[in-house]
């Protein structure tokens, strides 16, 4: 029994100690780069250097939108938001998804099975998956799923700190 909490306390102490390390020492990715022809509505962009967008977003809207990680399943409280409205890009205000587009996933992250307008997001490969970023500013959004409701078929499965809702008429 004791050689049992003995590893589960190394155990715990080499996961957090990974943890520090990536989080505070890890190699960064490369920079990302924006692919040719992407568009925007109206052709708006932001670009900010890592120092103004550090300065702008809290710790875990950084983490994920610039850094491409990913938010704990069901932490978002926009996973419970059933109001009519919008959800927008956290960092740029891009005008992302409709309420009207959300839909139950079970998965533990806000979905929709469509962008607002087509080139609201973008998508990449991202080794299996496919990643989906903001087309006005390159954040990270979270990722798009081929298992998703009609009329798309889509589920695109949003990191929650990376989007604000704004409640209105749509």
Known sequence: MRQTHVFLLVALLLAGSL???RTYFG????????????????NRR???TDDEWRAQLTRSQYNVMRGRDTEWPNSSPLN?????GSYV???????LFS????????????SFYAPVVSNAVYTEPDGNRT??????????LGHVF???????????????????FTPGGE
């Not at 890009?89 to 005008?95: E, T, Y």
């Open 19 to 21: 943890w520090v390390y």
């Open 27 to 42: 190699t960064p990715r490369p920079p990302h780069r924006r692919p040719a022809g992407a568009t925007s509505p109206g």
């Open 46 to 48: 932001v670009e900010k």
């Open 80 to 84: 419970h938001e059933h109001g009519t």
């Open 89 to 95: 890009c956290a960092s740029c205000r891009n005008p």
């Open 99 to 110: 309420s009207n587009t959300k839909f139950e996933s079970h998965t533990g992250w806000p």
């Open 131 to 140: 990643e989906v970023r903001c087309a006005v500013c390159d954040a990270h």
């Open 146 to 164: 081929t298992d998703g409701p009609a009329p798309t078929g889509l589920r695109y499965c949003m990191n929650g700190v990376a989007m604000t």
